[in-house]
């Protein structure tokens, strides 16, 4: 390796990019409009915390979706579980702490190029308005709570 190239990458760089999708238990109403805001607000908290800034976060109520610069210093299904449990915590013991609320098991994670961002972003941002149009986007809505991964066979 040449000294200059070499002295180019002695730093560590980089950028991946995640969208993220999950539903409440049963795909319940549960996020209602008076929880919606407080509810995002922690989980960007909570992806700040985990050194993965939180691009974009929208859903409806009966699920999410986050667009999020992930850290290389966690797996995604470490990011999902840790943001699950902070939120379904803030929400069973302060936002709604007559309700027991769940989410579901699984969830989606898409990987995508930076140049994709602006257009993920405002997807996710947009959510009510792609569900009342019905423009919805089915490979980025299509979790279930019996699948946990997919497997690719390419």
Known sequence: MLPSLAKK????????YVHLVWGTFGRA???SAS???????????KCRELRCPPLAIGGLADHVHLLVALSP???????VK?????SAHLITHRLTPDTLFRWQTGYGAFTLRKSDT?????YVLD???HHD??????????????HSHKERTT
Do not use: C, N, W
């Open 73 to 79: 210093t966690i797996a995604v299904a470490t990011l």
């Open 9 to 16: 990458m002695s730093a560590t760089y980089v950028e991946m």
């Open 35 to 45: 929880i919606e805001k407080p509810l995002y607000a922690a989980m960007a908290d």
């Open 82 to 86: 840790d943001l699950k449990g902070s």
């Open 118 to 122: 602006p257009t993920v972003r405002r």
């Open 133 to 146: 149009k019905g423009t919805i986007r089915a490979a980025l809505e299509q979790f279930d709570a019996g």
């Open 29 to 31: 109403a549960t996020i």
């Open 127 to 129: 959510q009510k308005e």
